[in-house]
């Protein structure tokens, strides 16, 4: 039995797309950035200060989203600073983290990637 292209097509028009229920998009992105080396310095809820008494490496991503829930533009500017890296002299996240910043991660992730782990960090708090 021979099944032309057209009823291929046709067949995976009408299945719509394949979405992932929440949990799995949860797994899937605490993957992608545990693959990515985020989950060295970032956590997903706040921590308290470590054992030495100093802040945590870098913001708590639940922080991250309550501090950019506004903000439109916060998707481009979240991921640029994911790429190239993020500027000491510019942190609002004085005192509460460490002095280190983001390095560029142009290496680990792609751009794409990126984009679609900070989506989903700012939806982490509604």
Same mark, same amino acid.
């Given at each position: 039995?021979?099944?032309?292209?057209?009823?291929?097509?046709?067949?995976?028009?009408?299945?719509?797309?394949?979405?992932?229920?929440?949990?799995?998009?949860?797994?899937?992105?605490?993957?992608?950035?545990?693959?990515? +080396?985020?989950?060295?310095?970032? #956590?997903?809820?706040?921590?308290?200060?470590? !054992?030495?008494?100093? $802040? *945590?490496? &870098?913001? =708590?991503?639940?922080?991250?989203?309550?501090?950019?829930?506004?903000?439109?533009?916060?998707?481009?500017?979240?991921?640029?600073?994911?790429?190239? +890296?993020?500027?000491?002299?510019? #942190?609002?996240?004085?005192?509460?983290?460490? !002095?280190?910043?983001? $390095? *560029?991660? &142009?290496? =680990?992730?792609?751009?794409?990637?990126?984009?679609?782990?900070?989506?989903?960090?700012?939806?982490?708090?509604?």
């Amino acid at each position: 039995m021979r099944i032309s292209l057209c009823a291929v097509a046709a067949l995976l028009i009408a299945a719509g797309p394949v979405r992932a229920n929440p949990a799995e998009n949860d797994a899937a992105m605490f993957k992608l950035a545990t693959r990515s +080396g985020c989950m060295a310095c970032h #956590s997903i809820l706040p921590v308290p200060a470590r !054992a030495d008494g100093l $802040p *945590p490496i &870098a913001p =708590a991503w639940r922080d991250i989203a309550i501090k950019y829930r506004d903000d439109a533009l916060a998707s481009d500017r979240l991921t640029r600073t994911v790429m190239t +890296g993020s500027n000491p002299h510019s #942190s609002h996240w004085v005192g509460k983290i460490s !002095a280190v910043t983001m $390095p *560029p991660n &142009a290496i =680990a992730i792609t751009e794409g990637d990126a984009r679609m782990l900070v989506n989903w960090i700012l939806v982490l708090v509604p």
